[in-house]
């Protein structure tokens, strides 16, 4: 799969997506992530992305033209000067404007909430570009002209769209074959099966007087799997009753 990230703050990602499992998704070819300078798409000496909102308002807007130009240098591959009205641009200039394009998303705390059913399916695609928004937000005809998709990390706001875009790149690159060491692994964890995931012991088997459930040690595979279910089931109905079916809980 191909990630590109759209910010002002491309250095942010330099710890986060490089290290543990992205950093290895990446180095083995799994994950082609790819940050990009969104200034390097700007045309005036001062390489201004924001602008004052029109009709007045606190904070600043980040600028459509901006935007668009950069979304379609990534996504057919082409430097910033053929989208930032270059005299002289490449031969190799054509491109796609507004048409088809890969699956961009703007992170923003009105979009759809990120969830594990929507990270599934995003792991499903080719490619993912993700557009990390600041200040008072987006000019709203970069949601009109470029997004396919808005998308939530929580309901909260940030200084920006970075952490949510990290956010939605672990939970789907971790869910493409091959990155988590055992596969089976993200279909066994909370939310996977509509339940938070079970409670999870290891050695030593007593910890200051707390020792470990006896099924666990028993052998009994089958007593195991019914006592994880069991498990999920109720810690779900403590601490998340609203991902229950409403005669469940």
């Known amino acids: 799969m191909r990630i590109d990230v ?3 703050f491309p250095g942010w990602f330099d710890g986060p997506l490089t290290s543990s499992l992205l950093g290895r998704a990446a180095g083995d070819g799994t ?5 990009h300078d969104l200034r390097d798409w700007t045309t005036d000496r001062h390489r201004s992305v924001d602008d004052a ?3 007045g308002g606190a904070g600043m807007v980040m600028r459509a033209d901006v935007w668009v130009a950069a979304c379609e240098s990534v996504w057919n ?3 910033p000067s053929v989208t930032t009205g270059d005299p002289d641009p490449p031969a190799d200039a054509a491109y796609v404007a507004g048409g088809d394009r890969p699956r961009t998303l703007v992170l923003t705390p009105r979009g759809r909430p990120l ?5 599934a399916e995003l792991a499903t695609e080719d490619r993912l570009v993700l557009l990390c928004g600041r200040y008072e937000g987006i000019d ?3 949601h009109e002209l470029v997004a396919t998709d808005e998308v939530s990390v929580g309901d909260y706001v940030l200084f920006g769209g970075e952490v949510a875009a990290a956010v939605v790149i672990e939970a789907v690159t971790r869910l493409l074959p091959g990155v988590v060491g055992n596969d089976a692994s993200p279909q066994d964890e909370s939310f996977s099966s509509g339940l938070l995931e079970y ?3 290891t050695r030593p088997a007593e910890v200051r007087g707390q020792g470990v459930p006896s099924v666990l040690t028993s052998g009994d595979h089958g007593a195991v799997d019914r006592w994880r279910e069991d498990q999920a089931r ?4 403590r601490r998340r009753p609203d991902l229950l079916p409403p005669d469940a809980t």
């Open 140 to 142: 709203e005809r970069v």
């Open 31 to 35: 994950l082609d992530l790819r940050v």
């Open 77 to 79: 591959d082409l430097p």
């Open 6 to 8: 759209l910010s002002i």
């Open 199 to 201: 409670p999870h012991y």
């Open 53 to 55: 909102p029109y009709g």
């Open 234 to 237: 109720e810690l779900t109905r």
């Open 115 to 119: 969830t594990q059913a929507l990270a």
